[in-house]
């Protein structure tokens, strides 16, 4: 624990202005600021949703820029389970200190003292008391028109249909079939009252531009992205990170193997993948080795075919 | 502590990571009939150019669902939506993406049967290129021409026609040549600059990716070469012509404290240099950048699509919705301007009902005054029409409660494009193509009445007429001008009256009516409040004195 952030020992020369094109990147970046930007002017009460992973820390990097010399003018809400991994709480709290980013932590404590776990009710259950519900209540809570998250259209077939400004009605769910159109880069941003628009502005982004950019963008992340030997329960497909409560079936042992954790959830859901890519440049080149989508490793997506699509519909991320 | 390095990573990587940094972006749309095959042909793209994951590979292998004769059906990659995989048809957007060494590539599938029209306009409204599936054995189908006309009504620079199921015709070259000659005498109609013609055929992998051997007589590009090689920067050429015009639009001030001050926005088209001379508008005051910040440091220059934040020489006044533009290329500045629409929603556009407008970082409402013609999709003949229903293109006129600042789409597509938001369900009922400033209009908008009170100015003279309603327009004071023959003087009373019912101050420029009818006004109006201008020159000072006294006096009566 407490790896610092990986060293980069390789930056990319900023390209010189005017050119006749901005490279993939740099439009990706463009589109992601002018989104920022427009929901920022637009909207009375946004926030951000901060789920402390990669796609999170590339968020939170863009709208840094779109603001600058400003702070970024609304807070980051993360939804905790509190079956997030502690690496995870840690860097989140340091992380937000020091860009000075206000940061509001919210659990379902109701269905938590009620004893809420993914083993009693089920990975479905589980989510949609401590994600859906609990992400549906802390923004009612916090007043909050719109939130932005880190969705991108290419990480499950449902979330290719989704649209920028994604219109959730009064009960904060998604109806796939009456979504606005959106067209150019005017986005719609009226609302009645109730009503409330999640933001996606890393939609046009894909797995490798992402860390492409966190790479050239030096930006810290979560140590868990980056293999080292940890001590593991391997179950069925699945290789589970052992932490003292770690929640072992009879006959279960642990081991020793060099892993990392290729999206981040909850500890008893996410699998961790064999990999001996212990940096940036490294984990770039397995990905594009791999050919596998990332998501496989959270049960959550696999309880049935449409599964995300269903979620998504009641208010899930 | 820092134990991990880059060094490690090899130099094969680091050739890859240069590639990838620099490859360039095309965005592209597909547009075809029901049954032409098009998810086949995105899944095919995916696959042969090893975008698909295997694990999504295997799922669509177990899937209850397919539709396909062959092993794999290649569309259930591109279909997401439970209600689509059941009923067997695309239903809205999908947006996709691969890349390969030369370019990435950003895929908005869009769904071909004629109820969804507005879902295409959408996937267009951002590509650079679309392509057209035509069914090689049914040839160029109305469907087909529908979404040809909307990638040339959206100004989509490069438009391929790919004709798809060359296997079920024995990849036969004269059926090649018959719906090519087709498909280029409707390119040429419709002003379409760069057209292709591909013979393939998604199911077998025929020209999509490899090159075909069944069509031996073909001897252009294969798809994917040809998407790899289209030129983008003529697309970008293509896309602001008028690319030493600067233009600005402010989306939002930015005043972290009391020393700063800067202006964030996207350059929309032109190069920001500091030390240039830009003009404010709508105020039209001039002034000089001053210096263009980003987090990533300062900048001499900015160019098209770049988001920077502009602090200006003049502490001049500007917010969200007003532009820094070229001073000697100035956009159209009206309120009246004629437009193609593309109408998105079950509930029709009426002439007369008021609508929320956003045009680049400005929201106002507009009203549509006269729907010159619709299209008709069969025979691209302009046809009358005294509303608009879903999936109707028309050419319409509006007027606006606010100027707008635009180019023609054709010209600049940011500075020329415009959605239109209906005023209560705040749903998104249309996709305007802006192409001509109407110069004033004589009837002005009716907006939230700013006033009770609702003068009749007697201007004399048709000349004084003209300042006076560019100063009530200035002052947002809803008006009418009655310079119409068919009202004379007789009649001011009454058309007094109904311009007072509706909200408006009246601008009369006919001949001075007599006592009498001043007597008839005032007894008939007890409230209208008018003003009459004395001979010679408009005295503007005086004017707007007098105007004020008017307009506040019942706000001023009230308190008392």
Redesign the interface.
Known sequence: MN??A?????T?P?PA??????????????ES??IF??A??EFANPVMLYSIGKDSSVLVRLA????????IPFPLLHVDTSYKFPEMIEFRDNYAREIGAKLIVHKNQKALDAGANPFALGTQNCCGFLKTRALLDALEAGGFDAAFGGAR??EE?????ERIYSFRDKAGQWD??N????????Y?S???KGESIRIFPL??W?E??IW?YI??EQIPLVPLY?AREREVIVRGQSIILKYDDTHMLPGEKTQRIPCRMRSLGCQPCSGAIRSEA?????I??EL?AF???ER?NRVIDHDE??SM?SKKREGYF | ??????????TK??A??DE??????LRFTTAGSVDDGKSTLIGRLLHDT?AV????LA?IKQ??VNRAAGPIDFSL??D????E?EQGIT???????F?TSK??F?IADTPGHEQYT??M??GA??ADLAIVLIDGSKGLLPQSRRHTYIASLLGIPHVVAAINKMDLVKYDEAAYKKISADFLELARRLGIKNAQIIPLSALEGDNVVASSTHMPWYKGPTLLEYLETVP??QA?EERSRNRGSLRFPV??V???DAN?R?F???VASG?LRAGDEVLALPSGRRTRIDSI?????E?????V???V?VRLKDEIDLS?GEMLVSPDAPPAVSRNFSAKVVW?HADPLQPGRTY?A??A?RTVRVRATAIHYRVDMHTLEQLPAAQLEMNDIASVNFVANLPLMFDSYAVN??MG???L?DAV????VG?VMLERDLGTPSVELVVAPTTQVHPLILARSAKTARSIVQILHARNVPHVLLDDPYIPACSLACATRVAQLAGLAAVYSGEDPSKELMQQIEQFLPQARWIQLPDGPLDEAAFIQRLDQVLHWENSEGKE
């Open positions: 790896a610092p990986p060293s980069l020992d390789v990319f900023h202005v005017s050119q006749r094109a901005l490279n993939h990147l740099q439009a990706l970046e463009a600021i002018f930007r427009e920022v002017a840094q820029k779109a603001f600058f010399p400003g702070k259209r290419d077939k449902s979330r290719a249909k796939p079939k979504q606005r159109p959106e067209l150019w880069n005017l719609n009226r609302l009645n939609s046009n894909t490798l531009d492409l790479y050239a980056l212990d940096t940036l440049p490294k770039i080149e594009i050919r596998r989508s496989e075919e449409g699509e | 502590m820092a134990t991990a390095t880059g060094t490690q990573a090899s990587f680091q890859f990571l990838h940094l620099e490859r360039e972006l090893k994951y295997e694990d999504q799922s899937s209850r990659l591109t997401g939506l439970r209600a995989r239903i809205d957007v999908a947006y996709r993406y890349s370019r990435k950003i507005r879902n306009a959408t409204s951002t983008l920067a970008a989306q939002l930015v005043r972290p700063f800067g964030s926005g996207q190069v910040v980003t987090y990533d440091g900048l001499q220059e900015a160019s699509f770049q988001p934040t969200r998105l929320l956003k045009h970082s597509r940011t494009s415009m959605i938001i369900t705040h749903a998104t996709a």
